[in-house]
């Protein structure tokens, strides 16, 4: 199975590394002070305590495993220049929604980062994949359930 790269931004990097460090420095050490208390309070087989103390080490592990994944598999969105004036991961798009008769600004970003509410998309989403690749005045249509067409108006 390939791996598809995670592309994230400097600043999501950044919180995904502290996240990390917090967990493995702060939250890991505390769980496992909590599992010897919840043991020294005998019987492990009724010993609720213990119970969820072992779960919580479980969702640390999980989620330290998820963050190391991402750091080994992520690439770094480069702010975009658009030397080539070409759409790509890290460009700020307006377009016009032939549909819709309004210009509307994007951003495209990786998965990981996507922010519908402020519109920030998926590299993977259909409106992405469609400006991926093209330049200021093309007119693409995008490949939705219900297909539209949009022009670049501008990449920033």
């Known amino acids: 199975m390939v791996e598809e790269k995670i592309y994230l931004t400097e600043e999501s990097l950044k919180q995904y590394e502290e996240k990390l460090k917090y967990l493995q420095e ?21 010993n609720a305590e213990y119970d969820a103390a072992r779960d919580k080490q479980a969702a640390i592990e999980n989620e330290i495993l998820e963050i190391q994944h991402i750091l080994e598999n992520c690439e770094i969105i480069k702010s975009s220049t ?4 070409l759409v790509r991961i890290g460009s700020n798009v307006k377009f016009y929604d032939f549909s819709t008769k309004e210009i509307i600004e994007v951003k495209i970003v990786g998965a990981l980062d996507a922010d519908p509410f402020n519109n920030k998309i998926s590299n993977s989403s259909a409106l992405a994949k469609a400006l991926l690749g093209n330049k200021v005045g ?19």
Do not use: C, F, T
């Open 26 to 46: 702060v939250a890991r050490p505390q769980v496992i002070e909590e599992i010897k208390e919840a043991r020294n309070q005998g019987d492990l087989s009724e």
């Open 138 to 156: 093309d007119i693409v249509e995008v490949e939705a359930p219900k297909k539209y067409k949009i022009r670049v108006e501008s990449i920033l």
């Open 82 to 85: 658009s030397s080539n004036n």
